[in-house]
């Protein structure tokens, strides 16, 4: 193939995909969705509804109750506010790096702290609820996890 062709090509694949981002109003459906943190409450309400449905699905005992709530209440998604993108717009380079390697340790804390609870939780469980568990949780192939919960 000759250069004249393959620029043609390249070019009718960037007026392609510009078109398509255009159509849906500018969204390049990276960044806007509810798991993006643009929608506080709808992925607050997912977290909850998941949880819910694990709850059930597990058939908890009262006595892996408390475990439950432990590692319920120490899900870090409800904890990963993003610097706000206007703040960070003032801020230089360096400034921003630092914002975000601060947002990056927060994360990790929140995670670390959330992995202590559920090892402790699934310590608790027996090894039918920690098969479900297993499946349950996002990260698996096959889940029904957090995708289910949109719905």
Same mark, same amino acid.
């Given at each position: 193939?000759?250069? /004249? ?14 078109t398509?981002v255009?159509?849906?109003g #500018?969204?390049?459906?990276? #960044?806007? #969705? ?10 607050e309400?997912?977290r909850?509804? =998941?949880?819910?449905?694990?709850? %059930?699905?597990?058939k908890?005992t009262?006595q892996?109750e408390?475990a439950?709530?432990?590692?319920a209440?120490?899900? !870090? ?5 993003r610097?706000? !993108? ?7 380079a360096?400034?921003?790096? @630092?914002k975000?390697? @601060?947002?990056?340790r ?5 995670? /670390? /702290? =959330?992995?202590?609870?559920l ?5 608790a469980? /027996?090894? @039918?609820?920690?098969?479900a568990?297993?499946?349950?949780m996002?990260?698996? #192939?096959g =889940?029904?996890?957090?995708? %289910?919960?949109?719905?």
């Open positions: 193939m000759n250069k /004249t062709v393959k620029m043609l090509l390249a070019g009718a694949a960037i007026i392609a995909v510009s398509s255009y159509a849906r #500018g969204d390049c459906g990276f #960044g806007d #969705g509810p798991m993006m943190g643009k929608d506080s409450a709808k992925m309400k997912m909850e509804r =998941h949880l819910a449905s694990l709850h %059930d699905e597990l908890l009262a892996q408390t439950w709530k432990k590692f209440a120490s899900t !870090p998604m409800a904890k990963m506010d610097p706000d !993108p206007k703040e960070l717009e003032k801020l230089n360096p400034q921003r790096m @630092e975000m390697l @601060e947002h990056m927060t994360m990790e804390k929140n995670m /670390t /702290t =959330h992995l202590a609870a090892k402790e939780f699934y310590a469980l /027996t090894p @039918e609820q920690q098969k568990f297993d499946d349950e996002p990260g698996r #192939g =889940h029904r996890g957090w995708r %289910d919960a949109a719905r």
